[in-house]
């Protein structure tokens, strides 16, 4: 069986967790890298917005848990849990 790809595994991440769209990120911060990620969902939002984001100085995986979490906590009513996001280690 042929091993999924990046943008298979992302695909699935967004799926599990009922995303529309997810944007993945590098930002120069100083001497440092920083690892972005911005999650999309439809449906009710407390803060109106329907987008999460999140950052890591380590990893874009980190990055896009954070992101699922804020996204999980924004939902209303909180019927969503952030899914692992394994796919990503696998990916590497």
Same mark, same amino acid.
């Given at each position: 069986?042929?091993?999924?790809?990046?943008?298979?595994?992302?695909?699935?991440? #967004?799926? $599990?967790?009922?995303?529309? %769209?997810?944007?993945?990120?590098?930002?120069? =911060?100083?001497?440092?890298?920083?690892?972005?990620?911005?999650?999309?969902?439809?449906?009710? #939002?407390? $803060?109106?917005?329907?987008? %999460?984001?999140?950052?890591?100085?380590?990893? =874009?995986?980190e990055a896009l848990a954070r992101a699922i979490e804020k996204a999980a906590e924004n939902r209303t009513?909180?019927?969503?849990?952030?899914?692992?996001?394994?796919?990503?280690?696998?990916?590497?």
């Open positions: 069986m042929a091993q999924a790809s990046f943008e298979e595994y992302l695909d699935k991440v #967004a799926a $599990d967790n009922d995303l529309t %769209s997810i944007a993945l990120g590098r930002m120069p =911060v100083g001497d440092r890298i920083l690892r972005t990620a911005t999650v999309h969902y439809a449906g009710h #939002a407390r $803060d109106g917005i329907g987008c %999460s984001s999140g950052s890591s100085d380590t990893s =874009v995986r009513p909180i019927a969503y849990l952030p899914c692992a996001v394994p796919a990503l280690e696998q990916a590497a």
